[in-house]
């Protein structure tokens, strides 16, 4: 049986081809651009123009964005409510189209090709460090293993918009990145030639390289290149303190060489060379006139970690601490463990200068047999350090605790087994054929012995023999600096120092610059004391006036730490009687025994009297602002101090503690120096005492120089 046939009505009839799915979305809405659907009624009837007055357009803001837009446009037009609020410009463009990102940088790209021709005189009239590059290529400045990783590499959107903005500016994106990364000739914007470069480096080695032996002056230029970029710029860095050809290239230099340490230490060294470089920067720091800028500690502890990181303190096993396999030549190990000597004297150094705990590692390398694998230039400085390490961890260690009037028997015992100790030394190394800058380190770790003597009491029945031999120490200190000849290697050492020469060592190291201070300091002190009873008073003067001078010759910019710690001694060695201080008094007998000599500061271990006297200093003038223009008129301490000075009357000794009393309405009287959280208890160097005044800046502006 067979139903009939039932036509269906109003549904459409579907395609073959097409799903039931398809055909019950409904159809997107045909986009209309406001002219085609202007005809008349007759062709489409009143339902086609209902449909039409439905459609809505957004403004082309809007629809660049795809977001939606409430404009309206009858009867009268007035903007979107986005427009508005971003203060856009709202408006339909009949023919607009959205543009895609790419589509933009092509077409700028387009533009910028047009312009070239037009920035040629731009072009020439670039810094001097913006050197066009030929065929438009760059010339990678790093070996392939020691390129760093960088975020824009790839075709990503955030490496386009760099380089558009680049050549938006006016720049040509290859001159930019030239002038980015550093070559062996260019620096940011510091340009040398290779004949520059060659004599920077045989300055370096002729009046540098004696202090720190811990290059090879047999490697050339372009080898330090290859092995290390940082390194090849320290090295011309510290050149050019002195480099009289292009005065003022340190200060341009400066800022260039901050970024590239950080940069390089930020991306994680691949190479232990990285290592050199900070050893120099810790024994020449770039200038400052702020120790609270000063990042040598930082530097200093960075050095010894990486140190560690790439196996150097056992150079013998340095395939432990690496991921690929290492074949070292004989060569090599020698030049690892010489590296790591030189990272524990600069960092023995660096802690004793600036009085603080010793992040140094003495291991079993620096001992016995294995000295005679290290270079003979490092061994005598190899041994001196030790012994200064040894004599720091016996007798500045929480020194303030240590004193207690029952151990003065144990202490003296103590100091006169170091003093066996360090002739014993001095027989050592005058067996090996040191040169001077060996004996001056060597009479380095006598007075970082003996200023042990101002943590004595005055009731200790050795206090006038332990002032006899720091005094001993600090002036054979300083007549050997002062003595030091012009060519350190050849020149050997005269048993008479002629003092009236003008010193001969303004490329020390700053720890050596630290160590003058000190003694500087210990010369004030006691040729203003009871002590000066007991010395040629006139000698230790003239001893004292050259100091000054060689502090401020080891000075390489206007304004900087060197040139203001001189201007503050003179200015106390004047404000303590300059020397002035009676010999005998009124009965004909020499003055008794005082405290006048006691510190204050005890936690900066052999540099306690620096920081002290700076103390003093600071309560004394007050006028630590104006030191910026003090220094520009520096004091004279061999003349007379003017009426703003102390009391004639007022002995050195008094003059030096009547402030101390009387300024303690700011915070910083004596109370406030027993107090842990205190003003003093930053863990910087001098910044509690010289900070707040005009920095330095850190370019290559005329002010620097």
Known sequence: MSWPATPVQGLPQQSPLQSPQTASIPRKRKKSNG??????????????????????????????????????TEPVYQPCKRCMKHKLHCAIDPGFKRQEKRQQYAELEKELNALRAENQQLRAGLPHGLAPVNNGRVTAPYPPSMVPPSPFSGSNEAAASRSLLDLASGYDSSLIASARAPSHTTLAKVTLSEGQVEELFNIYFSRYHPYLPLLSPETSPSEYWVLCPLLYWTVISVASRRYEPRRGLLSELKLPLHELLWDTIGTVPQTYHVVKALCLLCAWPLPTSSTSLDPSMILCGTMVQVAMQFGLHRPSHAQDFSRIKLELREEDIKDRMNTWTGVNICAQNVSTGYGMPQISRWNWFTHGLHLERISPALKNRCLIERFIDKITRTMYTMQRDLIVQNDETQRALTIDMFAREYEELAATIKQQSPLPIDFLHLHVANLHLRLTAFFDSPAAPTYRNDLSQLYVAATTFLKTFLGLPSDLELKPVEAELDLSDPPGSPFATNYIMQMVLAAGFTLMKLLNSFFASQVDTVSGRTIFLQTVSALRSISVVQNDLPQRLAEVLAQLWQASGAGGQRLFDDNGSKPDIDDSLQIKVRCRMSMSLVYDSIWRWKERFGAVRNLDRMVEHPTQPDEPADHSGPDPAVSGSESMMLPMASNSEDGMGIEAWDNPFGSNAPFDSLGWALDGFLELPMGNEQGFV
Do not use: F
């Open 35 to 72: 002219v085609e659907d202007q005809s008349d009624e007759g062709e489409h009837g009143s339902g086609q123009r209902g449909r039409n007055q439905g459609v809505k357009r957004a403004c082309n803001e809007c629809r660049q964005q795809k977001l939606r837009c409430d404009v309206q």
